[in-house]
Nanobody, 123 residues
Framework: VQLQAFGGGLVQAGDSLRLSCAAS????????VGWFRQAPGKERDIVAS????????YYADSVKGRFTISRDSDKNTVYLEMNRLKPEDTAVYYCATRPAGTTWNNPESYKNWGQGTLVTVSS
C-alpha cells in the first residue's frame, strides 16, 4: 500500500487545517494509521494514531484537545483535523500504517511511509 499525505499549507496562528492521508495500491483497512511530524532539525514525532477499526484514537500531549484523527474506510482515507494551530506545529507531516498489536507511539511500529506535506503556521 502506498500512502500520500496532502492538505498542508501556510496558515496563521489560531487557524485550522485538515490533512488527508490517502492510500493507493490496496486498502489500508486492516491497519492502524498514524500521523507524525518532523520540524527542521528535529526528530520525527508521533502526533496521533487511529486503530484499524477507527474506534480507538491516540494523541500526543502537545496536540490533545486541538487535533482530531479520523478515518473514512469508504474513501480509504485518514484525516487529521488541526485546530487552534500554533507556530510550534510547523513541520512536515507524514502518515504511515501500523499493524494491529503494535505500540501506537513507537515509530518502529509503522511502515508504508508516505510523502509528507508541509504545514507552516505563522505567528
Amino acid at each position: 500500500v502506498q500512502l500520500q499525505a496532502f492538505g498542508g499549507g501556510l496558515v496563521q496562528a489560531g487557524d485550522s487545517l485538515r490533512l488527508s492521508c490517502a492510500a493507493s495500491g490496496r486498502t489500508f483497512a486492516g491497519y492502524g494509521v498514524g500521523w507524525f511530524r518532523q520540524a527542521p532539525g528535529k526528530e520525527r514525532d508521533i502526533v496521533a494514531s487511529i486503530s484499524r477499526s477507527g474506534m480507538t484514537t491516540y494523541y500526543a500531549d502537545s496536540v490533545k484537545g486541538r487535533f482530531t484523527i479520523s478515518r473514512d474506510s469508504d474513501k480509504n482515507t485518514v484525516y487529521l483535523e488541526m485546530n487552534r494551530l500554533k507556530p510550534e506545529d510547523t513541520a512536515v507531516y507524514y502518515c504511515a500504517t501500523r499493524p494491529a498489536g503494535t505500540t501506537w507511539n513507537n515509530p518502529e511500529s509503522y511502515k508504508n511511509w508516505g510523502q509528507g506535506t508541509l504545514v507552516t503556521v505563522s505567528s
